[in-house]
């Protein structure tokens, strides 16, 4: 995938990928880097986001990333989910935000939204559309292989239309056995336009399902077909209304292993908008059910069921624009399902979820402003036949969330105050227990730049959560009631030498109190102290050639108050150094070497006062990967990537180090990529490579070794898709 992305993005301007060094074949790129141009390196972010992570997909599918963290950190979003929404949709985050605003969703329904309008045939403006899309993909991995197709099909002539969309898919599974699997899935529907506003028609829904097992005994096959009237209304009595509605219903028929049904269904679903200068409020809802005859497939007598679902949402924004602004977020769930059982007898499952979201927000600018969130839940569910099912979850929950900006300094900070109640009632035959939870927490960070190179982060955070157990009915060991105490506290620091160095150190300490309150458990109570130390750097060293280096240092103490003996520390010293030379514009090289020593054992206070380590175990891992990426053209793309790890544990005793088990692995793939376009409309994409991994272990007894057999995979994977456009 990293060489067809190279195949497809310009020369970069940056090098803000992760830098990786091999010292030992330092030499080596560094001749080769010497004979490339001169490029520069990342411009250090800054501000409140100084310690974001940068390295991201870049400049792939002609997509750029500016302003992620502002926008992210503006929409309170993840950057991460926020950039996979932009690759998902190959949309600009700019224009991306601004159809969630235009059509007023949140972000991560753009996408949805935006399907679902493709198939409404009131959403063709035109009086004449052609529009197909044809899709074809293989895929063979080592034991697994699959087919795939898919097509699209939307035709309207005048009044008239007919969409269709069609997914197949054929998967092959060798282990133990040959598997089977085929979904077919078909939905289809035609009718005629009256207005731009109203539609009816007619839809088929096909549904084909098959699973071959080794053996035979769990085969799978599922048949669903449902033939429907269908009708689509769009409305808008004014300015500051308007609304859509569609009905769907017909005839319904499932055979599976499980049930034989035959009915009718029904599905309604539409959305309603109100509108004004200051207010905006969207209101969607889908109702789906059936009445069906149900039996089970080895019965002759059929029972009546009733499966239903309703699920409401909707969102209230007020003064979006003002600095003190409302926004409500609110939801229903209803779920019904009625199956067959032995005897005559209908197993009901039901459902119910309700949430609702407030935040009344108070804001100057995105440096000063005040959030007062809430937000209540509740979650349940019902089964006769399963006591496993039985469960309530309630909860609620009041947050302050606060950013200001004094002098250069950024101060976030948050204050939470969560209450749950979760309920069990039949855990066992006679009854079960209920969990009353409490947790309230406070974190803050501050964040501040000495001119241009030296930027200061500390972070700090407190939580306390308390777990109370009540009996329902009569259940004989609920758990014991607890208390949960965490506090931390990190403080980095960055600076920026130059484009070519910058520099980093980190710490954090850790203290996480684990508290049981009946006497007769306290033996569990302990504390973890958790220390982590943080050195990084990033240095330019030629037009090129970037170096990348990150050493950790990280203790854990585990202290049993009532328990002193089963005291016990872990060590891990890591150190990860990375190496990217970009030779040409087509070519790239990526080294990495990771090393990681972890000792751990108990400690013991002694008569003196003082605590003593005594090393029980250690352990050793290498890791020495190479990744190697050539585009020759924007055709096709070659790439390579080896890596070897080494793994080594061993016991201290009396007489000194024992080794318990040592292991090596070397895997090796290599192959290309490929992006071939078809004309004006069509595409053919793909990747084969070939995979080789070697691994062998060899385990200690008494010092003795007993080395395994040398296990091999040599396979060859990829894809190749072919997608037209009509």
């Known amino acids: 995938m990293l060489a067809s992305m190279t195949s497809r993005a310009p020369r970069p301007k940056t090098m803000n990928r992760p830098r990786r060094l091999f010292a030992l074949l330092l030499p080596l790129v560094v001749g080769a880097a010497a004979l490339t141009p001169q490029s520069r390196a990342q411009t250090p972010p800054s501000g409140r986001f100084a310690f974001a992570d940068t390295t991201l997909l870049r400049d792939t599918l002609n997509l750029r990333f500016d302003f992620l963290f502002e926008l992210s950190d503006s929409l309170g979003m993840l950057p991460d989910t926020l950039r996979a929404l932009s690759i998902r949709h190959r949309l600009p985050l700019r224009r991306l935000v601004y159809l969630a605003d235009s059509m007023r969703v949140p972000v991560d329904s753009v996408g949805a939204i935006l399907l679902r309008e493709r198939f409404n045939p009131l959403a063709a403006g035109r009086d004449r559309v052609t529009r197909m899309i044809y899709t074809s993909a293989y895929d063979v991995a080592r034991n697994t292989s699959g087919w795939s197709n898919f097509a699209e099909l939307n035709l309207q002539r005048g009044p008239v239309y007919l969409n269709n969309r069609t997914d197949i898919r054929f998967d092959r599974q060798q282990g133990g056995g040959l598997t089977l699997r085929q979904t077919r899935e078909s939905d289809t529907e035609g009718g005629w336009k009256f207005s731009p506003n109203f539609s009816v028609g007619a839809r088929a829904l096909l549904v084909r399902y098959d699973s071959e097992n080794p053996g035979g005994i769990n085969d799978e096959d599922e048949d669903k077909n449902e033939f429907q009237i269908s009708s ?9 209304w308007n609304a859509d509605f569609n009905a769907f219903t017909g005839a319904l028929h499932v055979e599976n292993s499980t049930q034989v049904k035959n009915g009718v269904s029904a599905i309604g679903n539409g959305s309603v908008r109100y509108q004004r200068s200051w207010l905006t409020h969207d209101l969607r809802a889908n109702v789906t059910g059936n009445v069906s005859r149900t039996r089970l497939p080895t019965a002759v007598s059929e029972l009546n069921t009733r499966d239903g679902s309703t699920n409401i949402d909707g969102t209230l924004a007020a003064f979006t624009s003002s600095p003190i602004g409302l926004n409500v977020t609110y939801g229903l769930r209803r779920v019904r399902v009625e199956a067959p059982l032995d005897s005559n007898r ?10 609702m979201n407030a935040t009344l927000r108070m804001r100057r600018d995105n440096d000063r402003y005040l959030n007062v969130v809430t937000r209540l839940a509740r979650t349940s569910r019902a089964s006769p036949s399963s006591l496993s099912s039985q469960n309530q979850v309630s909860s609620q929950s009041v947050s302050l969330q606060g950013r200001y900006r004094l002098l250069g300094w950024f101060l976030d900070a948050s204050l939470d105050a969560v209450l749950t109640d979760t309920r069990f009632p039949q855990r066992a035959a006679t009854g079960g227990y209920g969990d009353d939870s409490q947790s309230r927490s406070f974190q803050t960070n501050v964040t501040r730049n000495f001119g241009s190179r030296v930027t200061l982060r500390a972070d700090g955070r407190v939580t306390l959560t308390q777990s109370r157990y009540y009996v329902i009915g009569s259940y004989p060991s609920p758990p014991v009631n607890r208390d949960q105490y965490r506090q931390s506290y990190r403080i980095d620091t960055q600076y920026n030498r130059s484009e070519r160095l910058t520099t980093g150190l980190g710490l954090e300490v850790v203290r996480l109190h684990f508290i049981n309150l009946p006497s007769a458990s306290t033996g569990a109570n302990n504390e973890t102290r958790t220390y982590r130390a943080e050195w990084r750097w990033t240095y330019r060293l ?3 050639l970037t170096a990348t280096q990150r050493n950790q240092l990280n203790a854990d103490y585990l202290v049993y108050d009532f328990l002193p003996s089963n005291n016990r520390v872990s060590l891990n010293y890591k150190a ?6 970009i030779l040409t514009p087509r070519t790239t090289i990526e080294l990495t070497h ?7 054992g108990n400690y013991t206070r002694f008569d003196d006062g003082l605590d003593y380590f005594s090393k029980a175990d250690e352990g050793q891992s290498y890791l020495l990967r190479g990744v190697f990426a050539y585009a020759p053209s924007p055709v ?6 080896a890596e070897y790890q080494a793994n080594a544990r061993a016991t201290n005793t009396a007489g ?3 080794p318990q088990r040592d292991s090596r692995s070397m895997d090796f793939s290599g192959g290309g990529s490929l992006n071939v376009p078809l004309g004006a409309r069509g595409r053919i994409t793909g990747d084969l490579r070939r995979s080789y991994r070697a691994d062998r272990s060899i385990s200690f007894q008494n010092g003795i070794a007993q080395p395994s057999g040398r296990s091999e995979f040599d396979y060859w994977n990829g894809r190749l898709e072919l997608t037209w456009e009509l």
């Open 232 to 240: 689509r209304t769009r409305l808008q009595p004014s300015r500051s």
């Open 576 to 581: 990860l150094t990375t190496l990217n030379a």
């Open 594 to 600: 990771d090393t990681q020593f972890q000792p751990s």
């Open 542 to 544: 030629l037009a090129g």
């Open 346 to 355: 209908i197993q009901q499952v039901r459902t119910d979820e309700d949430r």
């Open 656 to 658: 000194g180090v024992v």
């Open 636 to 641: 096709i793309s070659l790439n390579m990537r």
